[in-house]
Nanobody
Framework: QVRLVESGGGSVQPGGSLRLSCDLSGYPYDSMCMGWFRQAPGMEREGVAIVDRDGQKRYADSVKGRFSISQENNKNTLILQMDNLTPDAPAMYYC??????????????????WGPGTLVNVSS
């Protein structure tokens, strides 16, 4: 049974940092990529950062230079380090797995496995 569990969300002031973590288990080991998507109220879900099975990383333009994605624990933990956060509407951040796409196609596609999400709020 596939299980994705996010943690690390919360409230932070602009310019601050948060570290999101996702514990993954039971997922297909031939999955093409894993990563983070987010959704703010009234907005479409969007890819934030992904890493594919070849180690390629892709980031949304809005977070380049500020966010970093990494894997730990033999790829069973996915980390999103978010620095210099900018004020924005609260958004749910979701850990995802895409079994079919790699690289930019994963960032821009619709993943087929989602965690329940963790809420991130950046405001003063």
């Amino acid at each position: 049974q596939v299980r994705l569990v996010e943690s690390g969300g919360g409230s932070v002031q602009p310019g601050g940092s948060l570290r999101l973590s996702c514990d993954l288990s039971g997922y297909p080991y031939d999955s093409m990529c894993m990563g983070w998507f987010r959704q703010a109220p009234g907005m479409e879900r969007e890819g934030v950062a992904i890493v594919d099975r070849d180690g390629q990383k892709r980031y949304a333009d809005s977070v380049k230079g500020r966010f970093s994605i990494s894997q730990e624990n033999n790829k069973n933990t996915l980390i999103l380090q978010m620095d210099n956060l900018t004020p924005d509407a609260p958004a749910m951040y979701y850990c995802i797995i895409d079994r079919r796409r790699i690289a930019t196609y994963c960032l821009l596609g619709t993943p087929d496995i989602w965690g329940p999400g963790t809420l991130v709020n950046v405001s003063s």
